[in-house]
């Protein structure tokens, strides 16, 4: 007779097969695409240029100053690791999230973004079950 613990569920075998894509929208329910950056998913792996550089040419959508942002990715099983942050001057800048919300800048004009998100193991947490970058790009406007 096998433990209880054997016979326990893994986690892992709750995180979807396909790698996951976020849902990003502002609180007026205005859609922010975002673009895939690297990722290791499924046992497969895949590097992309860094945050900024994914984002040029890409068109920003207009949101007003101030917004709270809503981060979504779907899945069964929180991250073990999300970690946001904006590009200012060449700089990085951490942004705190809150349940996958967070407040967007109060400055007009363009803003850059770049997300981490990692789960691991809840037996080992050196051991990845995968992780996804994504960026976006907003611009702040003024109420009307």
Not at 48 to 56: C, H
Not at 97 to 102: D, H, V
Not at 109 to 129: C, D, E, I, R
């Amino acid at each position: 007779m096998g433990s209880l613990e054997e016979n326990a569920k893994e986690p892992e075998s709750n995180l979807p097969q396909e790698l996951p894509t976020p849902t990003i929208q502002s609180e007026s329910g205005i859609s922010i695409p975002a673009v895939q950056g690297s990722y290791c998913w499924g046992g497969m792996c895949a590097d992309y240029a860094g945050d900024v550089e994914l984002l040029e040419g890409k068109v920003p959508v207009s949101v007003l100053v101030g917004e709270n942002i809503s981060i979504n990715l779907s899945t069964d099983v929180p991250p073990n690791e999300f970690t946001l942050v904006e590009y200012v001057n060449g700089e990085t800048r951490p942004i705190s999230l809150r349940e996958g919300t967070f407040q967007f800048a109060q400055e007009k004009g363009t803003h850059y973004y770049g997300a981490f998100v990692g789960w691991t193991s809840p037996k080992n947490s050196q051991v990845s079950l995968g992780d996804t970058s994504f960026a976006f790009v907003i611009r702040g406007v003024e109420k009307k």
